[in-house]
């Protein structure tokens, strides 16, 4: 049993190497394959004979993620690890929905196959960009956090200031702080779809500052990425540099 893992495990884990490509190449174009195939399940008027073609590679695309899941799991050092890691619960997401659908219908959930395809980053030369991203986040994890803390207060905030400045002009709008907290995302965000805005002289000047703020919150997490990155690589560099020096 234990020969038979490390015979799989550089082809399931290991998609540097030649087998391992061709086993992931084939898992993502199957991935397309089903969302093609979920997107086509779609379109009205479908004959029954399309519907029982689509149903046959979607039976195929899963018998095949279902196998993939289960050498995953065999696989790997700690099974338990992966089940419940990121990948793992994607993977578990991507076929769930078609072992469940006769109880109650998560077609939907398919979608998430898509995320899967991100296992392509794993390919060597995006190796070194995903390490930098993971470097970054660490460098400025904090800050990170303590940006969203500030943000979720400036959007209640917002909306509590907004509710006050138009609950009488549109009560229907702003009828609560709960209905205006949409319009505290949208506006805090400059997104500004126009669907709900103020009308008041008070509340158009409340939007003003709101709106100088929200370039706060779209330029602040820019600036933290970009200077972590940044930093990412000079100690990418030295550590480059370090090993270099150890091997001479």
Request: hydrophobic residues 50%; proline residues 3%; aromatic residues 14%.
């Amino acid at each position: 049993m234990n020969s038979l893992k490390l015979r799989l495990r550089p082809i399931v884990e290991d998609n540097t190497s030649r087998y391992g490509k061709i086993f992931d190449w084939i898992i993502q174009i199957l991935i397309f394959v089903s969302l093609i195939a979920f997107a086509l399940e779609t379109l009205p008027d479908l004959s029954p004979e399309n519907e029982e073609r689509l149903e046959l590679i979607e039976l195929f695309c899963v018998v095949v993620f279902t196998i993939e899941y289960a050498l995953r799991i065999f696989v790997a050092k700690n099974p338990l690890k992966y089940i419940f890691s990121f990948y793992g619960i994607i993977d578990l997401l991507a076929i769930l929905p078609f072992y469940l659908r006769m109880v109650v219908d998560l077609r939907a959930l398919r979608a998430f196959r898509v995320i899967r395809i991100f296992r392509a980053l794993k390919l060597v030369r995006y190796n070194r960009a995903l390490r930098r991203f993971h470097i970054a986040y660490t460098i400025v994890r904090e800050e990170t956090v303590l940006f969203l803390v500030v943000t979720c207060i400036m959007i209640f905030l917002s909306a509590s200031g907004i509710y006050y400045f138009e609950k009488e002009a549109q009560p229907e709008a702003f009828a609560s702080v709960f209905h205006s907290l949409w319009w505290s995302v949208i506006t805090l965000t400059t997104v500004g779809y126009g669907d709900v805005y103020p009308i008041t002289t008070g509340g158009k000047v409340f939007t003003f500052f709101i709106l100088l703020m929200g370039l706060g919150i779209v330029t602040v997490p820019a600036g933290l990425l970009a200077s972590a990155l940044s930093k990412a690589r000079m100690l990418e560099q030295e550590e480059h540099l370090k090993e270099e020096g150890e091997s001479e």
